[in-house]
């Protein structure tokens, strides 16, 4: 069961070096990894395909496409597995992701898209065993929990169903998140069969830092924030659960006063300062009359 990885950069190889590295210690060997990569960057591209070559199947794909879901969208096209994957270039694998992931679609003949758990880089968590059902996907709002790109890996039979991302959404774009979320909405909705797989472990960086670092007009919070309002607008979401996403920052902050986060990397301060900051600009994005071309 090939396993096609398909992950799209903005020239940060440093990054995309060290995901890789950790593919070279997988224990599931059927794979492929397609890198989508800035086509002014084709010498640094060269020198990453001389690196590992031989280490596993590498198809480097250049691009002048800035959105991050038109890139997956055309690595998608390129993949060969009967499993596809989407990891970001700042992300890893633990030395058995993939093969609990081949394990799950192995085991469970009907299961067409698995959602894993998140860790933070750098620190420890408890593998848990590997589940003996799966934890069914059964509403729109269990599709909202772990459905980070990095997370989701999918048949691709069943995937070609659903379309792929939609361009819209993502980074790269005014609105900078939700295109994962929405693909996670849009395959429930075309009734493919997902589970929640706490056993198929991800690493990613904390990103709050990097987010309140951004303070220019359109900063990545805000493009975040503008992303998600469009994401519930697009799938109707009802007005409550509205309520509670703008909400959400603000009832979250007694929490991180008290350092109750398991995301330790970040300090209670940094986290209050995210918390009103995506609040403000998720009540800002509130109105569709800020968001040129929005029709939903």
């Not at 590295?21 to 990569?37: K, P, Y």
């Not at 493009?223 to 607008?233: P, Q």
Request: charged share 25%.
């Amino acid at each position: 069961m090939k396993i096609s990885l398909i992950c799209a950069t903005t020239s940060r190889y440093e990054l995309v070096r060290r995901f890789a590295e950790g593919l070279r210690n997988q224990n599931w060997r059927d794979f492929e990894l397609i890198l989508v990569h800035d086509s002014a960057q084709s010498l640094e591209a060269q020198s990453f395909a001389k690196d590992f070559a031989g280490k596993f199947p590498l198809l480097l794909v250049p691009s002048e496409i800035a959105s991050a879901s038109r890139k997956r969208n055309f690595g998608l096209g390129k993949a060969s597995g009967e499993i596809v994957a989407f990891p970001d270039d700042d992300c890893a694998y633990f030395p058995d992701t993939l093969a609990r992931v081949r394990a799950a679609f192995g085991d469970w003949p009907e299961l067409e898209g698995i959602l894993g758990r998140r860790v933070e880089l750098g620190t420890s968590s408890k593998q848990e065993p590997c589940p003996r059902f799966p934890k069914w996907i059964n509403s729109v709002y269990a599709a909202f929990r772990n459905s980070e790109t990095y997370l989701q890996f999918y048949r691709r039979i069943a995937l070609e169903k659903v379309g792929g991302f939609d361009e819209s959404l993502g980074p790269g774009l005014a609105w900078g998140s939700g295109e994962d979320t929405d693909l996670v909405l849009r395959a429930y909705g075309a009734k493919l069969r997902l589970a929640h797989l706490n056993d198929v472990l991800v690493a990613h960086p904390a990103v709050i830092p990097a987010m309140l670092a951004d303070t220019s007009p359109g900063s990545k919070i805000e493009r975040y924030a503008s992303g998600r309002m469009r994401l519930l607008r697009k799938h109707d979401m009802p007005w409550y659960f509205v309520a509670g996403n703008i909400l959400y920052p603000l009832l979250r902050m007694p929490l991180d006063l008290l350092g109750k986060d398991s995301r330790a990397q970040c300090s209670a301060a940094s986290w209050v300062k995210y918390r009103m900051q995506t609040f403000k600009a998720r009540l800002k994005a509130l109105n569709p009359a800020r968001m040129a071309g929005d029709k939903a």
